[in-house]
């Protein structure tokens, strides 16, 4: 694949916030503020190799907060990093150690990821009643606040296929890994400088082996496959579904099920098997695209494999004629491998 500089341009419309200085961060606040330990002993019995240097971590302002944890623009070790703070409730025993234990098979797994398409681990704190994961800070922010700030179905198909190659990219990653994702969704991707994305957010994650059924799961619903929604037994197919429904956003820049409450979207993709209004003009290797990943039945989504291949194939055509979408279409009977720009004319006239 050819480097595509030119998407700088297309899509850094918003401004980027500047960076900051270790003084600005040592007078803001340092993590003495949160933790009994002013980072003196840095370390205690049963620290891990991934234990962070308390005494040179400084905490910002916060950018983004989640239902049991804040996340915080910091330094650390003249870094710029983000900074995930998780604190255990007092009043309720089970969720404090239920949250300890996702804390734990967080750092697990990000310990084990380096991609550049998934959010760098740099080190984390273990000291009850507060836990800290501490990441690279991406300066672009999210994809889905991206996406708010464009007017709808504005967004080229140039940069649509971008965008979804990088996320296809680090989730076949995290699936070659054995790990599910589980929460996939515009707000857990993350943009860097060059409208790179790194997929982020590994609370709810797992290694495949481990994952069972999802009963008692807290996952976002308009991006939830319907056999999590049903607390079904699931597979790397969840993340594929979620995939359906990111690529559709990228197309609108709109909001899944907007009109509808999460539980309402809930029900009507599981019992009615709903899915968000596909624009008339989304080319038709795109809607097919899209219809695969979200397909009601796991066995009928792609693997992550399949789709960078697609992707990969679609964005060289574009470089190569800006209007291949308006000439290019896939056979009526769909099958990814048929679906690639050098598939024989001849089959897609026929289609």
């Not at 060289?316 to 000439?327: K, M, N, T, V, Y």
Request: glycine share 6%; aromatic share 10%; hydrophobic share 35%.
């Amino acid at each position: 694949m050819k480097n595509f500089n030119w998407f700088k341009q297309i899509a850094n419309n918003g401004k980027l916030e500047r960076r900051l200085s270790l003084g600005e961060y040592k007078r803001a606040a340092s993590w003495s503020k949160y933790i009994v330990s002013s980072g003196a002993a840095i370390k205690g019995e049963g620290e891990e190799e991934w234990s962070a240097d308390m005494s040179q971590l400084y905490i910002g302002n916060k950018f983004a907060s989640g239902r049991h944890s804040r996340i915080y623009r910091g330094i650390y070790k003249h870094g710029e990093v983000a900074i995930k703070l998780i604190s255990q409730p007092e009043e309720d025993g089970d969720l404090a150690t239920f949250l300890e234990k996702q804390f734990t098979s967080e750092v697990a797994l990000l310990l084990r990821l380096k991609h550049p398409n998934i959010i760098t681990f740099i080190a984390a704190c273990k000291k009850p009643p507060v836990f800290c994961i501490i990441t690279e800070y991406v300066p672009g922010g999210s994809l889905r606040k991206y996406l708010h700030q464009q007017e709808p179905y504005s967004v080229s198909l140039n940069l649509v296929v971008k965008l979804a190659l990088d996320i296809a990219h680090g989730m076949q990653y995290l699936h070659a890994e054995g790990i599910l994702h589980r929460d996939l969704k515009s707000e857990n991707l993350l943009l860097d400088e060059d409208m790179c994305v790194k997929v982020a957010d590994f609370g709810i994650s797992c290694l495949e082996s481990q994952c069972g059924s999802a009963k008692g799961f807290t996952g976002t619903y308009r991006w939830m496959a319907p056999e999590m929604i049903q607390e079904k037994n699931h597979t790397k197919k969840v993340d594929v579904y979620s995939f359906g429904i990111v690529l559709w956003e990228l197309l609108t820049a709109l909001t899944p099920f907007d009109d509808m409450t999460p539980e309402q979207a809930a029900f009507a993709v599981c019992q009615k098997k709903a899915r968000p209004p596909i624009p008339a003009a989304c080319p038709s290797a795109v809607r097919k695209l899209i219809k695969r990943c979200w397909a009601n039945n796991p066995h009928k989504r792609p693997h992550f494999e399949e789709i960078v291949t697609v992707l990969e194939s679609y964005a060289e055509a574009l470089e190569q004629d800006p209007d291949f979408f308006q000439s290019y279409q896939p056979p009526r009977n769909f099958n990814l491998s048929r679906c690639l720009p050098n598939c024989n004319r001849s089959d897609s006239a026929k289609a």
